[in-house]
């Protein structure tokens, strides 16, 4: 049945709708290599249409579809998994802004639509688009709906759900909704566009979205400071808040020690100054030319408080960029080896600080030579943290101590009232870890919600929450 399938989707698709073999390499791994799968081939339509087709002739042969954009995700949400007979549904080739408006504050894209692609449309009409991180020349708008990604901006412009306006969807049964609507307020019915973002591809496939833009600021303007004080690092947000109000659009907090190993293997980074600190953050005031008063001022008052020691201000678009970059390449992965434990945390933010403290403390305790590094988006509580142990992975021992140190971070998380899914997603990454998170009521409606639109359970199975797939393996065990 698979190899009648497989045909039916070539003869469906055409030859350059799809992929096998050695073509499909790149599609069946996720970006860190931490994840592999099998697929009977990559499908790649080109519409809306041909999504529709695609979906159906699967449901009708019962073959999943790992629906996939980018691939630029952390958490494997992307890649095959089990051993049903699978296909990766590729958002490549339907990559279009296909509207702009700059009278509505909107643009319209097809989901395979690279990020940084929105970004120029946008800024050639004098608007912008708030969504930003660093995969943004790879990663796709149906993946960060996906997902309902985060980034820098969140802080002045919140998630990618806070930016969708309407989607088109590909439901499990090939059935096509179009709730492409521009509309700031619509009261009539239960909002659905929501199920489908942060939904990770279990309820149908996103296949055009119209995004929110907002006015272009004349100006961006960021701030590398040392700081002074850690623990006073939620009254230096605030500060930053009281002074820069609406012009405040990112507030980060990097370790000095990755700024080091940075500089130190991307040649085309520039040290911002000659200041070496523990932590460091990058504050940016977006609007007219008195922002830098506003930094300016800011600074002032920061170093009279103690809370920073030193800083460099961008003063064009050269320094302003390389901050930025430098923010894109300190995550760890790209810098150090050895085995990570990663964590995508978010914690109420005014407990950043004590909870970094423990994390530190608890992580130790387990294993003293772990390395703790963190860093992330300070002004909505999202930390990026990752500890390496010592140690070789297959050494039952080993595995064991990292086993032990994930659950005690884990724990600890939840103990804050916090989530260890903030902007990466579920996946497979965090499938079995996100069951402490959530109340058995909260599965109960989830499951009741993903069987009412994928009762044959082929889309994206055994990611993010998956009551079939969590049946099939405490069965086997």
Not at 246 to 253: G, I, K, S, V
């Amino acid at each position: 049945m698979s190899n009648e399938a497989v045909a039916e989707l070539k003869e469906l698709l055409g030859p350059r709708g799809w992929l096998e073999g050695e073509d499909a390499a790149t599609y069946v791994a996720d970006i860190r290599g931490a994840y592999r799968g099998v697929a009977l081939l990559v499908a790649r339509p080109a519409s809306t249409e041909e999504v529709a087709a695609v979906v159906r002739l699967c449901n009708r042969r019962g073959i999943v579809i790992v629906p996939q954009g980018g691939n630029t995700g952390l958490c494997g949400g992307a890649v095959p998994r089990g051993d049903r007979p699978c296909i990766i549904l590729s958002l490549a080739r339907m990559n279009r802004v296909i509207s702009v408006d700059p009278l509505r504050y909107s643009v319209t894209a097809e989901a395979g639509c690279i990020v940084q692609s929105i970004h120029d449309a946008a800024a050639d009409v004098d608007r912008a688009f708030a969504l930003d991180w660093g995969a943004r020349g790879s990663a796709t708008i149906g993946g960060a709906i996906s997902t309902n990604a985060g980034g820098m901006n969140v802080l002045r412009f919140g998630n990618t759900r806070d930016q969708v306006l309407g989607v088109e969807v590909v439901l499990p049964d090939g059935r096509v909704w179009n709730g492409l609507r521009a509309l700031r307020k619509d009261s009539s019915g239960y909002d659905l566009k929501h199920l489908f973002i942060g939904a990770e591809g279990t309820l149908g496939i996103v296949t055009r979205a119209v995004m929110r833009l907002h006015p272009r600021p004349p100006r961006d303007q960021t701030m590398y400071a040392s700081v002074g004080d850690v623990s006073r690092l939620m009254e230096l947000f605030a500060l930053a808040r009281s002074i820069g109000d609406a012009n405040l659009t990112a507030f980060e907090l990097i370790p000095g020690h990755m700024v080091d190993r940075a500089i130190a293997k991307y040649p085309s980074l520039t040290r911002p100054m000659e200041t070496r600190a523990e932590w460091f953050v990058l504050v940016r005031f977006s609007g007219r030319d008195e922002i830098t008063e506003k930094l300016e001022t800011f600074f002032g008052e920061a170093v009279e408080r103690g809370l920073l020691t030193d800083a460099a201000l961008a003063q064009n678009m050269a320094q302003e960029q390389n901050l930025w970059n430098l923010r894109d390449e300190i995550p760890p992965l790209k810098l150090m080896t050895g085995k990570m434990l990663k964590w995508d945390a978010s914690v109420p933010i005014d407990r950043i600080v004590p909870f970094l403290a423990e994390c530190e403390q608890r992580a130790r305790a387990i294993h003293a030579p772990s390395k703790v590094i963190a860093f992330g988006h300070v002004g909505d509580g999202n930390l990026h943290m990752s500890i390496w142990p010592e140690g070789k992975p297959g050494d039952p021992v080993f595995d064991k101590l990292c086993k032990d140190i994930v659950s005690a971070i884990d724990d600890l998380i939840w103990s804050y009232g916090g989530s260890i899914c903030a902007e990466h997603g579920v996946g497979v990454e965090n499938f079995e870890r996100v069951r402490g998170q959530k109340t058995p009521l909260e599965f109960g409606m989830m499951a009741s919600i993903r069987a009412l639109f994928d009762p044959k359970g082929i889309m994206n199975p055994g990611k993010m929450f998956d009551p079939a797939y969590g049946e099939a393996r405490d069965a086997a065990e």
